[in-house]
Structure formats: structure tokens, C-alpha cells
């Protein structure tokens, strides 16, 4: 079974801060992990996707993750938060074999400060 | 190229009635799937079709719960009859291919049901 678990519901930053944003996984099989994030009354937008290729993900608006196996993780990174990043950030998983179910995790909020 | 489109955006209902919501996907995406988002949790997956069939629907309740792709292009999910836990907003995404598990996955704006 597949689970993702998000530390986190709501996230503050500055404007021009770090922004970091965690996710550990649960897999009993290689995971494709990926982070969406949603807009308020939007529906969700893949930021990236990891699907073994590259331990290292690149995404759309300057957002990165990296997997790692040794710590279960595939935590969000940016590394200067702008005002448009609010909004709720999701991380998901699904195997890399069989079923392509996407499991979500609970979704951390995030609040960019001026 | 136009996203997946959902109707109503809105609607609210007393419990016991009945109600439909309808999904177009992207033109040409072979998979559709309808997520059930309750406030404050992640998207669960009810019901997931290839084409015209089922690939899983192994969460819908299906003493309520029904939906459709006929053709195998736009969805309808309808609740029948509803109860209050039904409140929640229902996600309709599409996505290209078969049942790989790198697809993209690509969401409407979502229907935000309130049962009263």
C-alpha cells in the first residue's frame, strides 16, 4: 500500500524566503512521487514528477524536489517565495507498477508574507 | 488546447435528494478519474475509467454512488440519495494514456457540492 504523509498543514513565509515544504512517503514497491498545488476555487496543476529518471526534479515556477531513498522523502523546495506562491500544495504517490491511483497527502497550506 | 471542464461549479442540496455532475476531459486523453475532496484532506480517488470501462472503483460507494462514460469521452458522477458527509468538492481529471503510472494527470476546477 501507498501513503503520503505531509508535516505541516500551514506553512508561513517572507517574501524572498526559502520556501520548504515536506513530504515522506510509504510504499511497499518503487514510488512515482509528484507534487500539485491548487489555487483557491482552481483545480489542481502538477508542479513535478519523479519517476526514477532523475533524483532531482525540476518544476514549473522555480520548484524543486529531490527523492530520497534512505529517508522516504521528496520534500518541495524554492529558494525565494513570491506573493503568487500561496496557495495549498499537495504531494502524491503512486506505484511504479500495476494501478496508476494516486494517493494524496493531507496538503500543506502555504502563506507568503510581504 | 481547452482543460477538462466541469458543471455546475457550485450546487447545494438537501440530504436525501439527488444530484449530477458532469466532467468533459481533454480531447483524445483515454483515462478519466472522479476524486472526492472533503475540506481539509487530500483528493481520494472514487472511480477510474479507460475508455468505456472501469479500471477501479473499488471506493465508491456504490449504494449511492453511480457514474457513467458513455462513449468513452465525458462522465457524468451522480449521488443518489445524498447524505450530509457528501459535502465536499468532486475533482474530475483526465489523462492521456492508458493506466501508466507517469501520466500527468490533468483536473478540472472541481464542483463544491453542500448537502444541508
Known amino acids: 500500500a501507498q501513503s503520503v504523509t505531509q508535516l505541516g498543514s500551514h506553512v508561513s513565509v517572507s517574501e524572498g524566503a526559502l520556501v520548504l515544504l515536506r513530504c515522506n512517503y510509504s510504499s511497499s514497491v518503487p514510488p512515482y512521487l509528484f507534487w500539485y498545488v491548487q489555487y483557491p476555487n482552481q483545480g489542481l496543476q502538477l508542479l513535478l514528477k519523479y519517476t526514477s529518471a532523475a533524483t532531482l526534479v525540476k518544476g514549473i515556477n522555480g520548484f524543486e524536489a529531490e527523492f530520497k531513498k534512505s529517508e522516504t522523502s521528496f520534500h518541495l523546495t524554492k529558494p525565494s517565495a513570491h506573493m503568487s506562491d500561496a496557495a495549498e500544495y499537495f504531494c502524491?504517490?503512486?506505484?511504479?507498477?500495476?494501478?496508476?491511483?494516486?494517493?494524496f497527502g493531507t496538503g500543506t497550506r502555504l502563506t507568503v508574507i510581504p | 488546447e481547452a482543460g477538462v471542464a466541469q458543471s455546475p461549479r457550485y450546487k447545494i442540496i438537501e440530504k436525501r435528494q439527488s444530484v449530477a455532475f458532469w466532467c468533459n476531459p481533454i480531447s483524445g486523453h483515454a483515462t478519466l478519474y472522479w476524486y472526492q475532496q472533503i475540506l481539509g484532506q487530500g483528493p481520494k480517488l472514487l472511480i477510474q475509467?479507460?475508455?468505456?470501462?472501469?479500471?477501479?472503483d473499488s471506493q465508491l460507494p456504490k449504494d449511492r454512488f453511480s457514474a457513467e462514460r458513455l462513449k468513452g469521452v465525458d462522465s457524468t458522477l451522480k449521488i443518489q440519495p445524498a447524505k450530509l458527509e457528501d459535502s465536499a468538492v468532486y475533482l474530475c481529471?483526465?489523462?492521456?494514456?492508458?493506466?501508466?503510472?507517469?501520466?500527468?494527470?490533468?483536473f478540472g476546477p472541481g464542483t463544491r457540492l453542500t448537502v444541508l
Open positions: 475509467f479507460q475508455n468505456n470501462g472501469v479500471v477501479d
Open positions: 481529471a483526465s489523462s492521456p494514456y492508458g493506466t501508466a503510472s507517469t501520466d500527468t494527470q490533468y
Open positions: 502524491a504517490v503512486t506505484q511504479s507498477s500495476g494501478a496508476n491511483n494516486l494517493f
